[in-house]
Each structure stands twice: as structure tokens, then as C-alpha cells.
């Protein structure tokens, strides 16, 4: 549809150039007729010479209607029979206040006619008269400039050129389809390039066959996230299990990875599973609270945990508040009854991040983090954790041991293979169990918007300082810190 679009346009810009932009033009012709001999032959082999000499002297007799001396003759009838300053709209002049010889022979096109010893004469220009005019004037002053370099044989006219009122160019119907044409190789050849240079994950047979992994599930884009106030990169798509607007193949999508789920971790004795992704925005989030969501719909009892510590989400998806939560259950500053938001949906409860700490990493690898996964694992059927980007912070390869494994989120058209890769090699150097991949927010009928979208890890706002987090441990968010929290 985009090609077929941008066609469209192409042409129509390229017609509305040709007839609101582009001058008019007119033309006039003549014919001149070249002779080798003067006189009539006394006998038919002799006529039948002439005709051939004089196919032999049209070439030369061309190349003398285009000499200088000729346009300057030219020039000075057309200054006799027009005003100079109507002349100046379409000739230039030069120094001598003369039309530039060159200038005339930008508008004529002379040519031979085949197998004949005649010369058409066609002139175009933005008035008809004129151009009439410069092949009348050519046919007078020619016959003295060819006889004096030639010296043989003579060229001659019949009638005078005529005035045509009909325009000849710009022809609006070709130029338009010419546009159409240009068009579509433009952005064939641009989308060509643009798919050359693309390194972004599209096929997940690709990866899983790279990697030795399985592909748990792919989701189709629904639900896109909110631009943020500030930067303009993309958020991660958004939208739970539980909105009424989610689309059924979405709903079978996350049953079938929970399904995968289960079966790849059935032979670990922890049912604590980590959710996360390589970048940012890449849809990690929302991916651990549906995969939550799903299993909660089974019956079983299911903890959600957000131990993103430098950008939560969960209590703002879940609407609750972020007072109490995991930073404060870790550090014995808040009760298990308190941090645990219980039955934000059937049989899911709800551990939110808590204040932001100024050490999340070195509370995730704590004694008591460990010992609270243990008494979670055996409280609940099943863990889900939701953990920072890879790629950015090592806060979800601390929690190795305490974990039955790790789910990788990517995003369609987003995530490079490059950057899979760096965070594949710190899984496997930290020796974490990987469980698959989630291909996610897969559009197949995309438009060409999709290359635009671009990380800059600086942007998310992970670690301290970029975006001036104001979170004191234990205390409430700043304004600015709510704002950027907000947006994302």
C-alpha cells in the first residue's frame, strides 16, 4: 500500500508541476530542400548523381545552419521584427546586446530527413509567432552562409513556416507518468537499501536456530505505548490479558507461551521465572504481567514481582500505589503484609518495585532477596519476575540461583542481532539457564515508519543522573521523577 501510495502522489506532483509550473511551449517546422546542381540535367543518370551528391551534402549544409555566423544573422532579423525585452524573456544576450548564438540554437532542432536530401527546421519556444518566425528567418539567411562555405549545389524552400497556437509541451499526461514511474523506483530502490542495511530481528526461526533456543511465542503488535514528553523514542507496546479491546489471537498467543512455559520448565524444582529483554521498550513488561495473567486464569496461585528497581511499571499497569514494595520487603522496612498487593487480579498478587534504592543490583544479590524468592516459590506455584534490560543493567543475572530461568523479550523490527548478541553472551557468561525467546509486537503489515524507531539506552533513563531520579531511599518520588515515570 505504501508503494502503491507514494506512486500515486509521485505522479500527481509530477502532473501538477508539468501544468502549473512548467512554461508552455509552441512549435513551427520547415523544410529546406538541398540541390548539388543548377539547372536541368540533359539526361536521368545525371539527375540521379545530383540526388546523390546532394544526400552526401546535407550533413555539411546541417552543420552550417548551426554555425555561429547564422544565429547572429538570425539574431539581428528577430531584433528588426520584436521588441528587445520580449526577446530577453527567452533568449540570454550577450556583452554586444546581441541574443547569445547559443541560446538560439537551444530552441531549434535540426535534423535530416531519411533517404531524401531535405532538411527539417523545428523551432520551440514560449511564442508561437516566434518560433514561425526563426525558421523564416533561418530559410533567408541561410543560401549566402552555404554558398560561401560550401561552394557547391544550393538550398531551397517551399512556402514559409506556419504559426501553430497548439502547445506542444509540456505533455502533463507523460510527464504524470513519468512521476508515477520515478516514484516507484524511488521508494523500491529506498526500501531496497533500507532492508539491506536492517540488521533488526523479523525471522525467529533465524535466532532460534543461531542460538540453539525455543521459541516459547510470537506476539502480534497491539496495544503501542504512548510517546514520551521528553526523547523520542517509543515506549514498549502496552495493554494486559484482561483489557476488554485485546484482540482473541493475542489472548491464544499468551496461552500458548504459557503452555511453552510450563513445558520447559517442568523439570526445575523452582517455579521462579525471569522476564527480560535485551534494550528498553522492548516489551518485557508487559510480556511478564500477561504471562502472570495467563497463569493466574489457570487456577494456580501466581506472584508477579517487579524487581525493576531503576524503571517500574507493574504498579501503574495494575493501578496501585508504589509506596511499599519489593525495596522495602528486602531491607525489612515494610511487612509481607503490607508490600504484597493481594488479588489485583484473580490469583495474582502483586509485589511492586517499592521506592527506587540508590543499590538495586546489591539488593537483588542479597541474602534476603534469595530467602524471599524461597519462601515465594513455596507460597505460590509460580514466580514471575520482571527484571531490567540485559543490555543495560546485570541486576537480572544476579538472581541466577534463585531462579528456575530466564524468558527473553524482543522486539519485531527493533531488536538487532548485534545487540541479542551481547546479551546472549552475558546469560551464558553468567551461566543462567535460558528458557526461549519471545518474538514480540510483530506486524507483518507494517509501513515504512517502523525503521524510524531508534534506542538510545541513555534516553530510558537507566542508572542515575540523565534524568535526575530524586527517589531518596524510603522517601516519595520528586515531581520530576513522577513526570518521567509517567511518560514512559
Not at 523545428?122 to 514561425?132: D, E, G, K, R
Not at 543499590?359 to 534469595?370: H, Q, R, V, Y
Not at 503489515?445 to 530510558?460: C, E, L
Amino acid at each position: 500500500m505504501l508503494i502503491i501510495a507514494i506512486t500515486i502522489i509521485g505522479g500527481i506532483a509530477a502532473f501538477s508541476f508539468s501544468k502549473f509550473v512548467l512554461p508552455v511551449k509552441y512549435s513551427s517546422h520547415i523544410t529546406m530542400y538541398v540541390q548539388s546542381y543548377t539547372g536541368i540535367s540533359e539526361n536521368a543518370a545525371n539527375d540521379v548523381n545530383n540526388i546523390s551528391n546532394s544526400k552526401q551534402l546535407v550533413n555539411t549544409y546541417m552543420e552550417v545552419l548551426k554555425d555561429d555566423e547564422v544565429m547572429n544573422a538570425v539574431s539581428a532579423k528577430l531584433l528588426e521584427q520584436y521588441d528587445e525585452q520580449d526577446l530577453r524573456r527567452v533568449f540570454s544576450f550577450d556583452e554586444d546586446n546581441k541574443i547569445d548564438p547559443a541560446s538560439i540554437r537551444s530552441c531549434l532542432t535540426i535534423s535530416s530527413v531519411t533517404d531524401t536530401s531535405a532538411v527539417t527546421i523545428t523551432a520551440t519556444t514560449v511564442n508561437p509567432n516566434l518560433a514561425a518566425d526563426i525558421c523564416n528567418d533561418i530559410t533567408q539567411v541561410a543560401p549566402k552562409y552555404v554558398e560561401e562555405a560550401v561552394g557547391v549545389g544550393s538550398i531551397n524552400t517551399i512556402g514559409k513556416a506556419k504559426v501553430y497556437k497548439k502547445p506542444v509541451a509540456p505533455n502533463n499526461t507523460k510527464n504524470g507518468i513519468l512521476g508515477m514511474a520515478a516514484a516507484f523506483l524511488i521508494v523500491v530502490m529506498v526500501i531496497l537499501i533500507i532492508d539491506y542495511f536492517d540488521n533488526t530481528i523479523k525471522e525467529s526461526e533465524k535466532i532460534a536456530k543461531k542460538y540453539d533456543k525455543a521459541i516459547i511465542g510470537e506476539i502480534q503488535q497491539f496495544g503501542e505505548g504512548k510517546k514520551k514528553k521528553k526523547g523520542k523514542h517509543r515506549t514498549e507496546p502496552r495493554g494486559l490479558l484482561t483489557d476488554k479491546d485485546v484482540p482473541f489471537n493475542i489472548v491464544e498467543s499468551y496461552k500458548t507461551i504459557r503452555a511453552n512455559i510450563l513445558f520447559t520448565a517442568a523439570d526445575s524444582d523452582k517455579k521462579v521465572i525471569a522476564v527480560s529483554s535485551p534494550n528498553p521498550g522492548e516489551g518485557k513488561s508487559t510480556s511478564a504481567a500477561n504471562l502472570a495473567i495467563a497463569l493466574a486464569q489457570t487456577g494456580s496461585a501466581v506472584l508477579l514481582i517487579d524487581a525493576d528497581m531503576r524503571k517500574p511499571v507493574q504498579h501503574r499497569t495494575f493501578k496501585i500505589k508504589n509506596d511499599e514494595g519489593l525495596s522495602t520487603l528486602i531491607i525489612k522496612k515494610s511487612s509481607m503484609a503490607k508490600s504484597v498487593k493481594s488479588n489485583v487480579i484473580n490469583n495474582l498478587d502483586l509485589l511492586p518495585s517499592g521506592p527506587l534504592p540508590p543499590n538495586p543490583s546489591e539488593l537483588l544479590a542479597s541474602e534476603n532477596f534469595k530467602k524471599l524468592l524461597e519462601q515465594f516459590a513455596t507460597n505460590y506455584d509460580y514466580v514471575i519476575i520482571d527484571t531490567p534490560p540485559v543490555n543495560v543493567v546485570s541486576d537480572a543475572m544476579v538472581m541466577k540461583d534463585s531462579i528456575s530461568g530466564i524468558m527473553l523479550v524482543i522486539r519485531y523490527a527493533m531488536t538487532t542481532y548485534e545487540e541479542l548478541a551481547n546479551c546472549m553472551k552475558q546469560i551464558e557468561l553468567a551461566k543462567v539457564n535460558m528458557l526461549g525467546f519471545v518474538l514480540n509486537d510483530v506486524h507483518h503489515n507494517h509501513g515504512a515508519n517502523y525503521y524510524n524507531y531508534k534506542y538510545k539506552y541513555k534516553k530510558y533513563g537507566y542508572g542515575y543522573g540523565s534524568y535526575g531520579y530524586g527517589y531518596t531511599y524510603g522517601n516519595n518520588p520528586t515531581e520530576e521523577t513522577k513526570e518521567n515515570e509517567n511518560a514512559d
